[in-house]
């Protein structure tokens, strides 16, 4: 933290285990960053950056908001995805991601 910069960075590895037929586990990095500016004591601002290594590697980054008051908050990002390839139809992963999330403390 630098004031009302925050930055922070995840390597994640995740184990996945997939039930059909055999039992296979994959091993999947994802790993995370991003950093965040608190505009006031109720809204701050951000970008984020998330990567996924499963079946191809994908880079997704986008801007954040978050804004809360008293105990209620919202937050929310629009990533898009970096890497070169072409998603498929059904893949899971598309060329864009939206998050909303919301909460209330207790």
Same mark, same amino acid.
């Given at each position: ?13 995740? +184990? ?33 950056? $998330?990567?996924?290594?499963?079946? @191809? ?15 209620? $908050?919202?937050? @929310? ?7 070169? +390839? ?18 209330? @403390?207790?």
């Amino acid at each position: 933290r630098f004031g009302k910069l925050n930055t922070m960075a995840n390597l994640t590895l995740e +184990q996945e285990y997939e039930w059909l037929g055999e039992a296979e586990i994959k091993a999947i990095f994802a790993p995370s960053g991003g950093a965040t500016y608190d505009v006031s004591p109720s809204v701050t601002v951000g970008a984020e950056y $998330w990567g996924n290594l499963y079946d @191809g590697y994908r880079h997704y980054a986008g801007p954040t908001a978050m804004f809360q008051k008293g105990d209620v $908050w919202m937050s @929310g990002g629009v990533y898009a995805r970096l890497d070169d +390839q072409d998603p498929a139809l059904g893949d899971p992963y598309g060329r864009l991601w939206i998050r909303l999330l919301g909460g209330v @403390g207790f």
